[in-house]
């Protein structure tokens, strides 16, 4: 029974190290992520952004104020997994309300925690933020 327990963890492994995801793919899955509208400025969520991801630990990896996104990444030290995140800023309804995405991808397949960023990184902003 212990083979097969071995075997099962050796086939887990493999398929959970050969799922690459990127910044790129979370930029890419635009519309997909967790979102929230907050009372407050475009240029007031946006300059938030980077403290917010900074206070989580996570390591911001660039940004595009005119398309309104952020990338940020979380890397395990000594491994080459990450959780990969794009946040998307945009203007809402009224020039007092701003919409923001969260999209999480982690190089781990099966990695139930990498979810787990977009709503850490808005409940974060909800802090600063009424919505």
């Known amino acids: 029974m212990s083979r097969y327990f071995a075997l099962f963890l050796a086939a887990l492994t493999l398929l959970s190290a050969t799922a690459c995801s990127t910044i790129g793919d979370a930029l890419a899955d635009k519309g997909s992520g967790q979102a929230r509208v907050y009372n407050a400025s475009f240029d007031q969520v946006w300059n938030a952004v980077p403290d917010v991801l ?12 005119g398309s309104g996104y952020v990338v ?40 139930p925690l990498s979810r787990k960023w977009e ?12 919505r």
């Open 54 to 65: 900074r206070e989580l630990g996570l390591k911001e990896e660039g940004f595009h104020k």
């Open 119 to 130: 709503t850490r990184v808005l409940d974060k902003l909800s802090e600063k933020f009424p």
């Open 72 to 111: 940020a990444r979380k890397k395990v030290v000594g491994q080459e997994v990450a959780d990969n995140l794009a946040v998307f800023v945009d203007k809402a309804d009224s020039a007092n309300r701003t919409r923001v995405e969260v999209v999480a991808k982690s190089t781990l397949m099966l990695d």
